[in-house]
């Protein structure tokens, strides 16, 4: 059983560009998290979604960010006209059951804004 | 705000010692408390976690203590060994919330 899949593992982008993470949660799970780690510091809930629907989006820039978990295929993160401040790991998390507690995360996308 | 605070920032211990990490609480709401283990260029693996009806829970070299007045947690690695230098990130979080609230990390680096 495949874990949580992120791509890509390293994503680079000039100011201004648009960056798309993906993220594949664990068979069977459908709530997904994102979560951002800015170096040296922990992670930060961004957004909560399950299949079609965003729950919580809290944590996420009101500007550039967005994200989706379509009926089919991955979850995407998506962040529009890329700042330097948006460099940082991008984390996505899955579970089975309605509770981030339970949550296994994947490898990461480390986003770095030229 | 952080709504759990961890420390130290970081820490080296020899081979063989213990290594401790301490983190605290605010959010009376919380009643999971789990640690994740984080190597470089990797995601972070939950190590081990507790709730609050228990004061400890060892699992193998790592052991978990709470204390639930104090609004503490901490992590203890016993006989540290090098394949166990890694950042360490506590967590909180409420059977009711999906959202967990991070430390910011321990590095730990065990010499040989």
């Known amino acids: 059983n495949a874990g949580v899949m992120q791509n890509p593992r390293h994503l680079v982008r000039r100011r201004g560009q648009e960056a798309r993470l993906r993220c594949s949660p664990m068979?069977?799970?459908?709530?997904v998290y994102w979560y951002r780690q800015l170096p040296e510091e922990g992670l930060k809930f961004m957004v909560y979604?399950?299949?079609?629907?965003?729950?919580?989006e809290s944590g996420m820039p009101k500007e550039r960010f967005s994200a989706e978990f379509p009926k089919e295929g991955p979850s995407i993160l998506r962040i529009q006209q890329v700042v330097r401040g948006d460099s940082a790991a991008y984390f996505c998390?899955?579970?089975?059951?309605?509770?981030?507690?339970?949550?296994?995360f994947g490898q990461g996308t480390r986003l770095t804004v030229v | 705000q952080q709504q759990v605070k961890q420390s130290p920032q970081s820490l080296i211990v020899q081979k063989g010692g213990i290594s401790i990490i301490n983190c605290a609480y605010e959010?009376?709401?919380?009643?999971?408390f789990p640690w994740y283990q984080q190597f470089p260029g990797k995601g972070p693996a939950l190590l081990i976690a507790?709730?609050?009806?228990?004061s400890e829970k060892k699992e193998g070299r790592f052991t978990i203590s709470f204390n639930k007045s104090a609004k503490q947690f901490s992590l203890h690695i016993m006989d540290s060994q090098p394949g166990d230098s890694a950042t360490y990130f506590c967590?909180?979080?409420?059977?009711?919330?999906?959202?967990?609230?991070f430390g910011a990390g321990t590095t730990v680096t065990v010499r040989a």
């Open positions: 967590a909180a979080g409420g059977s009711n919330d999906y959202k967990l609230s």
């Open positions: 959010n009376t709401a919380f009643d999971y």
């Open positions: 068979k069977g799970h459908s709530h």
């Open positions: 998390a899955s579970s089975l059951e309605y509770s981030g507690t339970e949550a296994f």
């Open positions: 507790i709730r609050p009806d228990v």
């Open positions: 979604l399950q299949k079609e629907n965003i729950i919580d």
